[in-house]
């Protein structure tokens, strides 16, 4: 009897193991991502390593700044240093925020230095051109073989991470062709804490700004530019190797330094045109840029109103032969009724109703 039970102990780890890989996904293999992230000779240290300056330079805030020429074509980003950051497709403002973007970005002599596809936080692909190297023409990269000493001949080094919607994993695709499977979920257990350190990921900002009241700001302070742009911004979190640390006495493991941050642009997008001064007719206007509360501007004849200091020069508002009220001139003969006196009109009609009534009773 004994044997049975030993048989029936043996076998059903088999039956759970058996049962584990089945399971899509769970058969998958990963690499040692605590490993691969604090190797500094990983390829993922050795592209920023080597891309380093080339074409942006590390470090929080010292990512080019820009402007674009307008809000209704996000395409071109103006750089204040020289250059642009050229989006394509061109963002849409109306789509704000957006979830993925891809630009190129030129220096100011319009050479290309390098590029990125960005679709998600930790999906993302980024390009820089770096000059032939030695190492570069000893490794048989094609593009280098012609290249001279003086290294004008470029290059570009791709890092690809890839992320599939709703998985954890993460595929690493370097320079060069090595490529590398993760569980980003593994990451947990690179250190007791501050994990979040050892994530490489990316971040996309993006506001399409405030709409500006028709009265400019007092002198003196930020400008209506300044209060109500829009913007977009990326950057990357590099994390660094070496960085976790174990405490001797506590035996636990702490990651003690931040990330490397890389900042790819950052453009200001114009604030959208004042109420009262875009061409449309908003809430408390009572037609197109005039009248309301709001704006200065009254409106001009056969316009739209509420009540006559809707009206400019005089004008009175009356329900013209339309049915609707309209700016009028004063003793207009195509006005019916003036809306200063809307309140008594209505008791009025009816007063005519009833006498039409008595009279059709005589």
């Keep these: 009897m004994r044997r049975y039970v030993l048989l029936a102990a043996a076998v059903a780890p088999i039956l759970a193991v058996t049962a584990a890989v089945t399971v899509p996904g769970c058969g998958e293999e990963f690499e040692n991502i605590c490993e691969f992230l604090d190797d500094s000779s990983s390829c993922y240290h050795a592209f920023q390593t080597e891309t380093d300056a080339q074409c942006w330079t590390k470090g929080e805030g010292e990512g080019p700044i820009g402007n674009f020429?307008?809000?209704?074509?996000?395409?071109?980003?103006?750089?204040?240093?020289?250059?642009?950051?050229?989006?394509?497709?061109?963002?849409?403002?109306?789509?704000?925020?957006?979830?993925?973007?891809?630009?190129?970005?030129?220096?100011?002599?319009?050479?290309?230095?390098?590029?990125?596809?960005?679709?998600?936080?930790?999906?993302?692909?980024?390009?820089?051109?770096?000059?032939?190297?030695?190492?570069?023409?000893?490794?048989?990269?094609?593009?280098?073989?012609?290249?001279?000493?003086?290294?004008?001949?470029?290059?570009?080094?791709?890092?690809?991470?890839?992320?599939?919607?709703?998985?954890?994993?993460?595929d690493v695709s370097c320079a060069g062709g090595k490529s590398h499977h993760f569980n980003?979920?593994?990451?947990?257990?690179?250190?007791?804490?501050?994990?979040?350190?050892?994530?490489?990921?990316?971040?996309?900002?993006?506001?399409?700004?405030?709409q500006p009241p028709p009265q400019p700001p007092p002198d003196g302070g930020p400008t209506m530019t300044e209060l109500y742009e829009g913007s977009v911004k990326l950057?990357?979190?590099?994390?660094?190797?070496?960085?976790?640390?174990?405490?001797?006495e506590t035996k636990k493991k702490d990651v003690e330094l931040s990330p490397d941050v890389v900042e790819y642009f950052d453009c200001r997008i114009p604030p959208p045109a004042p109420l009262c001064l875009n061409g449309q007719k908003d809430g408390l206007e009572t037609d197109i840029d005039c009248g309301g509360t709001?704006?200065?501007?009254?409106?001009?004849?056969?316009?739209?109103?509420?009540?006559?200091?809707?009206?400019?020069?005089?004008?009175?508002?009356?329900?013209?032969?339309?049915?609707?009220?309209?700016?009028?001139?004063?003793?207009?003969?195509?006005?019916?009724?003036?809306?200063?006196?809307?309140?008594?009109?209505?008791?009025?009609?009816?007063?005519?109703?009833?006498?039409?009534?008595?009279?059709?009773?005589?």
């Design 235 to 248: 950057r990357i979190y590099y994390p660094r190797s070496g960085a976790t640390v174990e405490n001797k």
């Design 294 to 362: 709001l704006c200065t501007k009254r409106c001009a004849e056969g316009q739209s109103c509420a009540q006559d200091s809707d009206c400019d020069g005089g004008g009175t508002c009356r329900i013209d032969t339309t049915g609707f009220l309209k700016c009028q001139a004063s003793g207009s003969s195509s006005s019916t009724t003036s809306s200063s006196t809307s309140s008594t009109t209505g008791g009025g009609a009816g007063g005519g109703g009833a006498g039409a009534g008595g009279s059709g009773g005589a």
């Design 69 to 170: 020429a307008s809000r209704d074509k996000l395409d071109v980003c103006f750089l204040k240093d020289g250059g642009q950051i050229v989006f394509d497709p061109p963002l849409d403002i109306a789509a704000f925020p957006p979830t993925s973007v891809s630009f190129k970005r030129l220096n100011a002599q319009a050479e290309e230095c390098g590029s990125v596809a960005f679709s998600g936080e930790f999906s993302y692909s980024v390009t820089a051109q770096v000059p032939c190297s030695q190492n570069l023409v000893d490794a048989g990269v094609e593009e280098c073989e012609d290249a001279g000493a003086d290294g004008t001949v470029k290059v570009g080094r791709t890092l690809t991470l890839t992320t599939p919607e709703g998985r954890s994993t993460l």
């Design 184 to 210: 980003r979920v593994d990451i947990q257990e690179c250190a007791d804490t501050r994990q979040d350190r050892l994530q490489p990921r990316a971040v996309l900002e993006a506001s399409a700004g405030n």
